[in-house]
């Protein structure tokens, strides 16, 4: 069975850092692309970042670009975000999701390829 589950969200205050985890389970993990998204209350969710396993490839959209780092532990089957100088205008909750490879490039996958999504946790950052 495919799993995907986020954890490290929370409350911070405004200017802070929070590091956001994705474990995954149930697939190959070199096989797949992992992706973070949000989505705020009231608005349509949001790309943030890409990672390819294995090849350790990524993709930003310009919002996050130079706040927002994605990484990822083989070892450990786990993809990171880890996000610095938070605003009220990142509370939201985040989700992680999996997309298998090969078909397109990395920008193809986080676009329309994603196949699993987890459950999401909540960042609240407060002014």
């Known amino acids: 069975e495919v799993q995907l589950v986020e954890s490290g969200g929370g409350l911070v205050q405004v200017g802070g850092s929070l590091r956001l985890s994705c474990a995954a389970s149930?697939?190959?993990?070199?096989?797949?692309?992992i992706g973070w998204f949000r989505q705020a209350p009231g608005k349509e969710r949001e790309r943030l970042s890409c990672?390819?396993?294995?090849?350790?490839?990524?993709y930003y959209v310009d919002s996050v670009q130079g706040r927002f780092t994605i990484s990822s532990d083989n070892a450990k089957n786990t993809v990171y975000l880890q996000m610095n100088s938070l605003k009220p205008e990142d509370t939201a909750v985040y989700y992680c999701?999996?997309?298998?490879?090969?078909?397109?490039?990395?920008?193809?996958?986080?676009?329309?390829?994603?196949?699993?999504w987890g459950k999401g946790t909540l960042v609240t950052v407060s002014s």
């Open positions: 149930g697939f190959i993990f070199d096989d797949y692309a």
């Open positions: 990672i390819s396993n294995g090849d350790l490839s990524t």
């Open positions: 999701a999996a997309g298998r490879k090969g078909n397109g490039g990395l920008g193809h996958i986080f676009y329309y390829g994603m196949d699993y």
